[in-house]
């Protein structure tokens, strides 16, 4: 059997070079995996934010992120400041959608996804999740003069979910056995699903109920819009980040929990979701409800 013969000798001379040439290249993939070693590197963390998920994480009059998730999100930031003792963090901001999301965390643009994401399992095979900061119903958005009340009024008719939601899906389980016929018209964003039942494109728009509320309370006339019908699921939103980092999940899951045990968490919420908050100082009224408290009492990122 002929020998390989390579191009030049491979002593452990070369061996070394080569080796030595690979290990930038293996720290900087095993940096793409830990985030507190990115932060301490670059000086800066990147939020992913909602432009439209009023309450949560959206563009206030000066086109500033803000909201519950962001403040979530900025109390984590100052954790990291602390176990890095770094004397400042620069916050960089990174517009993301239903639909790129998981993407841009699972690619490293973005390091935590400060919106309005539900905990699923199945999105657990591809990045992680904080504690539940929120638990809501998914339910439907129509014009108060609809005279839809409940799934069995949908026959026939156009409904809008935003694309990358579990939304339509959720109908058409919830419809199992019944055979509805529906036509689903997507939204690039909440605000853009909303206006295809603003200006009568579609009869309902499917959605967690509290992001239907915020954009009932944005909306021109809010008494010509109503929420109705039966839960289709109850949902959870978290913060989304990159998995397989369980040093930074251990410190979002430790400010998290934290924040709930002390009941800074309720203060928060009480701030976005109870009271006048920008750019209009619009109230979306949407009380604590049973489910989130028990997020609260006993923080879990189980999922879905």
Same mark, same amino acid.
Request: hydrophobic share 40%; charged share 30%.
């Given at each position: 059997m002929p020998k390989l013969r390579l191009p030049f000798p491979f002593g452990a *001379? $070369?061996? =070394?070079m080569l080796f030595a040439a690979l290990m930038p290249l293996t720290a900087a993939q095993a940096q793409d995996n830990d985030?507190? @070693? /990115?932060?301490? $590197?670059?000086? =800066?963390?990147t939020f992913g934010y909602r432009e439209s998920s009023f309450g949560f994480s959206y563009l206030d009059g000066n086109l500033k992120p803000v909201g519950y998730s962001i403040e979530i999100c900025n109390r984590i930031v100052e954790a990291v400041k602390a176990e890095l003792k770094l004397p400042a963090i620069e916050i960089k901001y990174q517009a993301v *959608?239903? $639909?790129?999301r998981m993407p841009l965390v699972q690619n490293g643009t973005v390091d935590i996804e400060c919106g309005s994401t539900t905990n699923l399992v199945e999105r657990q095979k591809q990045v992680a999740f904080s504690p539940d900061i929120f638990r809501y119903n998914v339910r439907m958005l129509v014009k108060a003069d609809s005279g839809i009340k409940g799934i069995a009024d949908l026959q026939g008719? *156009?409904? $809008?979910? *935003?694309?990358?939601?579990? %939304?339509? +899906?959720?109908? +058409?389980?919830?419809? +199992?056995? +019944? %055979?509805l016929d529906v036509t689903n018209l997507a939204?690039?964003?909440h605000s853009d699903s909303f206006l295809l039942v603003e200006s009568g494109r579609a009869q309902a728009f499917v959605l967690d109920d509290i992001l239907l509320a915020g954009r009932i309370a944005n909306a021109r006339n809010p008494k010509d819009f109503l929420i109705t019908g039966e839960s289709l699921r109850t949902e959870n939103q978290s913060?989304? !980040?990159? /998995?397989?980092?369980?040093? !930074? /999940? @251990?410190?979002v899951d430790r400010v998290v929990s934290g924040m709930m045990k002390s009941g800074e968490m309720e203060k928060l919420y009480a701030k976005w979701f109870m009271s006048p908050i920008p750019p209009k100082g619009i109230n979306i009224n949407y009380p604590l409800n049973a489910e989130t408290k028990d997020a609260f009492a006993n923080p879990s990122s189980k999922g879905i």
């Open positions: *001379t $070369a061996l =070394a985030t507190l @070693a /990115k932060i301490k $590197a670059s000086g =800066a963390i *959608t239903s $639909a790129n008719k *156009t409904v $809008a979910t *935003t694309t990358g939601t579990t %939304s339509f +899906r959720l109908l +058409r389980e919830a419809d +199992r056995g +019944r %055979s939204g690039k964003d913060l989304m !980040f990159r /998995k397989d980092d369980p040093a !930074f /999940k @251990a410190l």
